[in-house]
């Protein structure tokens, strides 16, 4: 494991956004912004238009607070423009639909360099053009005066293409969990980064940037699943909602989940074995991955992408997890989990 | 003019977001939030979905920052909720459409009150439940734990009912300037508030909750609008956006503008009196009243609400904002106001 190199943009009087202000502030982050291929209206006006083919649009917000959820000097501005972009397009994804536009707002203080704001809007446009996606508007304003860090505010539009939205609430008893993408990767690289260091490279780009299986989202919708979120929190937190929106029990086959998420043998055990820990502890418990989970019913054929982890269970006593059939809490607590996923305000 | 009432609310340990947590916050949010006519998913999964039936999606977003757009001790929950509301649902009318939905993010420190947090989404809702719209999704984070304030970030979506959007860049030379709604109230307001006062209670309540014509949007998009854009900024600075988006010079007749701002004379004239104020000033700079300003074709028969305030006239040597034919710079020197309107990380 290697140090980190420092991430921190130099400080230039001259490139802060209080001497470039807030309209060659906005001039420049548009230069690197990319273009919508929904828009019919684009940055710039009181309001953005964008193309809503399907007769409804898909939208979801994402806040991410430095200090919070990214630090400057672990994550480029890149990295951190391609992560909060990742986080919206997931939950798009996890409605069955596709993202077609971003706006974006942006609280940040006075003396950061307008170059770093350049690097988020390349970041987002990268993590969004390939879908045909872009940030269409946007707000920036300067912090509380108290306040030394960024708030930024992403949110998403996107496309059913004519699909049935697929909510949390759809799982049935008899039907199969699958699981598209990967979990625990991002807390592996947290881990690594939190310890001082950057390698093994692997994990620590999948902390900075994640990359959710988005194209399984609309995939899964078109193979009937019935119910479906983005992993966001944890496996076994985001499981739980779907669970508990669903009024079934998600038991978790932990010898599949080992076969999805640790077969062949690769950086997140490497880490693990490292630092002391069970790998499974952050695939049950890792956030920030975005996977997506799913259920089917009992014959469906899985997309690509999609493997079967677990199966849907009557509620018996209470809607909830389970792990091979165990209470998840039990299991967390086996592997050493701390808990069952990110506590908010904690 | 009387002394304020503190606004702040009592500190209650027990009624802070960090004791409640996050589903608590929400759930508690969300009983204050009402349903969107045009939501067919609402709060509570990956993502909402909204009906979007012309086919299109109007989108913008607005970022509101404790300490810099408002005062917990000047203004209540409820009004920070009805004006960040306003913010959005105005430029979502100056293109001419209608607001169905907002989605919020907010970052706030863990020891605000739960209750704060329900007058904001109250305020959120009764400002746009005359309209059918109401919030369909948010997220809620803790704030970097050296900031103190709140950041709110609201995002609206509209519809244009079939209309052409109303862009800032349709202004021709010899159309009509026109304008929908009160300017300099809320200039008025602030400058009663930062004195210690809270009245003449007309003007305060109008800083703490802007009544933006909302409907003169879509009417003016419907009387053939040719150009328009809310006035956020203040007059000068939004009619100059719209003058340069154009390639025009927006000339403001200074009587009609006294004549729709200033007559009968009222609290405006009654606060620039006590504090030795031009109004004239809070009438070309003062911002956030969220007026509409809009340019017709010269024979338009003007919808209710609008008033001819000046013309459009060819650019000469450049394009920008001129007051009975004279620089506007010259007329905001005349009347003592400092600047155009709001500076951006000033």
Known sequence: MSRPRPLVPRSDPADSVRVVGEFGVIARVLARSGTAAAAEVGPGDDAAVVRAADGRVVVTTDVLVEGRHFRRDWSSAEDIGHKAAAANLADVAAMGATT???VVGLACPPDTPTS???????GLADECAPMGAAVVGGDTVASAPDSAGVVLSVTALGD???RAPVRRSGARAGQIVALAGRLGWSAAGLAVLR???SSPVAVVAAHRRPSPPYAAGPAAADAGASAMCDVS?????DAGHLARDSGVVIDLDPAALAAACLEPVGPLQQVASALGVD???WVLSGGEDHALLATFPPKAVLPHGWTVIGAVRAPGREPGVRVGGRPAAEALHDVGAERAGHVHFG
């Open 160 to 162: 059913l293409g004519g």
């Open 195 to 197: 310890r001082g260091f």
């Open 233 to 237: 929190d944890g496996l076994v937190a």
């Open 116 to 122: 770093w704001l350049e690097g988020v809007a390349s």
């Open 100 to 102: 077609t536009a971003l």
């Open 279 to 281: 790998p499974m502890a």
